[in-house]
């Protein structure tokens, strides 16, 4: 079955960045079992389509590299989410994925005079990964870090950015992982008042 944009983001994708997409790719549904949906192709395919990054991930990327770099990714969520800082292996790593030659174009507009644009010199893995990255770089660089977190369930563990106005956000979903907990605690409490 062919996933749909509307689809893709009531899965909880395409939100904030794409590395965070990546990192959710390998997805437990709250009670430990994984969907991986690296495996899909029709959730890589919108993936890519959702970030613009066209199709070379599927025609160049040998899937052991890519499952590396999700690995990776999730390492730093896990870092960033507990407050620690980058090491400066984590950050010689992410500086060298970053690195992609590119093409700058002035180009005469229509609704505007004019628009700068960046493209690369080659579409190709080389380039996924460095947009992929990029998306993580921008996040650090706006100071954006302590918004960075991860569901507390241990069945679920999904990364999010908190959107919210006082960065308050715990769980994934509060109807999904926050409403098992509230379950699980109700369920504590009437079994401690019977004893």
């Not at 994984?34 to 070379?56: I, Q, R």
């Not at 989410?81 to 994925?97: C, E, F, M, Q, Y």
Request: net charge positive; charged share 30%; aromatic share 12%.
């Amino acid at each position: 079955m062919s996933l749909t944009p509307e689809t893709f983001k009531l899965r909880g994708f395409g939100k904030t960045y794409s590395w965070i997409d990546l990192v959710n790719s390998e997805e437990y549904d709250g009670f430990g079992f994984l969907s991986d949906h690296l495996a899909d192709a029709s959730w890589t395919t919108m993936f890519l389509k959702h970030w613009s990054l066209g199709s070379c991930f599927s025609r160049n990327a040998e899937p052991r590299t890519f499952n590396r770099m999700r690995s990776f990714l999730r390492r730093v969520a896990e870092t960033i989410a507990s407050g620690r800082s980058l090491s400066s292996r984590d950050l010689k790593i992410i500086n060298n994925a970053l690195r992609s030659p590119v093409h700058r174009f002035l180009r005469a507009g229509r609704s505007v005079p004019y628009s700068l644009e960046i493209v690369p010199f080659n579409h190709d893995w080389h380039w996924v990964q460095a947009e992929i990255f990029k998306s993580l770089a921008a996040m650090l660089a706006e100071g954006q870090e302590e918004r960075l977190k991860i569901c507390p369930n241990s069945g679920c563990r999904w990364v999010f950015f908190d959107q919210t106005h006082g960065n308050r956000r715990k769980w994934c979903s509060d109807l999904r992982c926050g409403n098992r907990d509230k379950v699980r605690r109700f369920r504590e409490r009437r079994a401690a008042s019977r004893r």
